[in-house]
């Protein structure tokens, strides 16, 4: 991603779906003016979900998912079905793109009913418009289009538009915890798993909603945090940290001063932060042999200090006493099946849709596995918990009404 591109995770997820050769490509490929799949007669062209980041009018940064064909067959077939189904979860608008020579088959209801189950808002749309034939007319108020002669194509991104979810649905990243005029100080630790020449996208983006509230941010290093804070005409509204370097940072910022780790208010912006809070009490009922997922959003290179893999665990280890086992997962490929787990352990989700994460919560919730993130969990095995969910509104009275 470039510094001057919309985050993943903050841009609409537009997947089309339907059988194979019903023209889904075809379609992606008028919608965006670009080749952006590979197309032809023979069913099944579209082997894995191909993903593109892009500007869309009027609807602004999305990310087209275009997905292999639902009626695929075989082994390798149910995998690539598999996936699609795996799509579903990071899928904000739906198009149901339907073979119009054929009309709606057994394979598109089972997908409109999905749509369904998960909440989806979707469009039905009917291609090949301009070779219908004798086919019976759409149903539902379906489009009818023509990806290869464009007809209808814009109208299709006219209704998409309007099905794009509303901004406020999830509450902004910080500025609405410091303010115009407030300053907030983010602390960014530079040790050996920092990306070389930038920092990670949860400090990147937490500085751009500053900003867009009229707020200040001061950058430092946990290092040079006390004599930054000294420097400083009065205190700031909030000091922002990342979640491993809370114990020093704990130690530094007077009680005084509200304290938070990007990893929180991450959490927060996604809707899942009240769960991730509950999920902690689970790591005092750990016992030996138990399995804990370290759940990934990206699929970053990891260092000899990753914090997932490697410090998260280990502070798991002392905390608990306890032997336990580790496992991982990153990027899309979340587990279906959480049962071999006593925790998930999720990180902040910076990389992922709001769509996704709260997928991935109501798995490890219908399956009552319990799940928690990052901060609350590095904060609660330090004792810190009240204090660094102290500037979230509404977390005071959600800490005590679980004790």
């Known amino acids: 991603m470039g510094l001057n591109d919309t985050p993943s995770g903050e841009r609409v997820h537009i997947g089309f779906f339907g059988r194979r050769n019903a023209g889904k490509s075809s379609l992606v490929n008028a919608v965006t003016g670009q080749e ?6 023979t069913a099944g062209t579209t082997t894995d979900p191909v993903r593109k980041a892009m500007e869309l009018l009027p609807l602004g940064p999305v990310v087209i998912l275009d997905t292999p064909g639902f009626d695929d067959e075989g082994s390798l077939g149910q995998l690539r079905v598999r996936r699609t189904r795996q799509t579903l979860n990071r899928t904000d608008i739906a198009v149901l793109v339907v073979d119009g020579t054929v009309g709606l088959t057994g394979c598109d209801r089972e997908l409109l009913d999905l749509f369904k189950e998960k909440k989806i808002p979707y469009l039905t749309v009917w291609n090949k418009g301009d070779v219908q034939g004798d086919c019976p007319p759409p149903e539902d108020g379906a489009l009818v289009v023509s990806a290869r002669t464009g007809a209808g194509v814009r109208e299709l991104k006219e209704r998409i538009a309007a ?21 907030a100080v983010l602390v960014t630790p530079i040790d050996s798993a920092a990306p070389k020449g930038r920092l990670i996208l949860p400090q990147q983006q937490t500085i751009r909603d500053l900003l867009d509230g009229g707020a200040g941010a001061v950058v430092t290093r946990e290092t040079e945090l006390e004599q930054t804070l000294k420097r400083l005409a009065r205190p700031p509204e909030v000091v922002i940290t990342d979640s491993q370097a809370f114990r020093q940072v704990a130690q530094v910022v007077p009680p005084e001063v509200p304290l938070t780790s990007f990893s929180i208010l991450m959490a927060r912006h996604k809707g899942f932060l009240e769960t991730a809070v509950q999920g902690v009490a689970a790591i005092e009922r750990l016992r030996d042999g138990d399995t804990v997922l370290m759940a990934e959003g ?32 990153s990027g899309a ?34 399956q009552g596995v319990p799940i928690t993130n990052y901060g609350p969990c590095i904060a609660a095995m330090l004792g810190i918990l009240p204090r660094a969910l102290a500037p979230i509104p509404g977390m005071a009275e959600l800490l005590e009404s679980g004790k």
């Open 36 to 41: 952006l799949s590979v197309v032809s007669p």
């Open 163 to 183: 099905l794009a979810p509303k901004e406020e649905a999830t509450p902004p990243l910080v500025r609405d915890l410091v303010g115009p005029g407030g300053l």
């Open 333 to 366: 490929d979340f587990p279906e099946d959480l049962s071999p787990y006593a925790l998930v352990v999720h990180c902040g989700g910076c990389m992922l849709g709001v769509r996704e994460v709260l997928s991935r919560m109501r798995c490890a919730g219908d």
């Open 298 to 329: 990206c699929t970053h290179h990891r260092q000899c200090g990753d914090i997932g893999t490697v410090k998260l665990p280990r502070w798991l280890r002392e905390h608990t006493g306890r032997q336990l086992r580790f496992a991982t997962c």
